[in-house]
């Protein structure tokens, strides 16, 4: 699956309609945002079955601000909908696939429930 370049528009569209959602926030000018990009494409490509974004700060001030990406690379995870990680900085890609095992195999279901019972 190629990797999504997602816009405020459809932000929560993509988080609640996937299980799983990897997102990069980057920037053009960003020279670790282009080293962490290589890693997160090979590895994206190695898991067709999870969404992989990106979204392009300077595209979308407004996401980011509201998200308060303050430092990029930003690396946010959500699993059905639920954020679970949300780091600044560059990784190697054992450690990106690392956070991908961790993340499938993370329990969101009391979390699910609890958000369920105040809605």
């Known amino acids: 699956m190629p990797i999504y370049t997602m816009g405020s528009n459809e932000f929560d569209k993509v988080i609640h309609s996937s299980e799983l959602v990897f997102i990069d926030f980057w920037a053009e000018w960003c020279a670790p945002c282009k080293q962490f990009a290589l890693v997160y494409e090979r590895v994206a490509e190695l898991n067709p079955t999870i969404t992989f974004a990106k979204v392009n700060i300077e595209a979308e001030p407004e996401l980011a601000d509201s998200l308060q990406i303050r ?22 890609e054992s450690m990106l696939k690392d956070l991908v095992e961790q993340a499938i195999k993370a329990d969101v279901s009391d979390i699910r429930a609890k958000i369920d019972e105040e809605e």
Do not use: R
Not at 73 to 91: N, R, T
């Open 71 to 92: 430092s990029i690379p930003h690396l946010m995870i959500f699993k059905q909908g639920i954020l679970i990680y949300s780091e600044a900085g560059s990784m190697p």
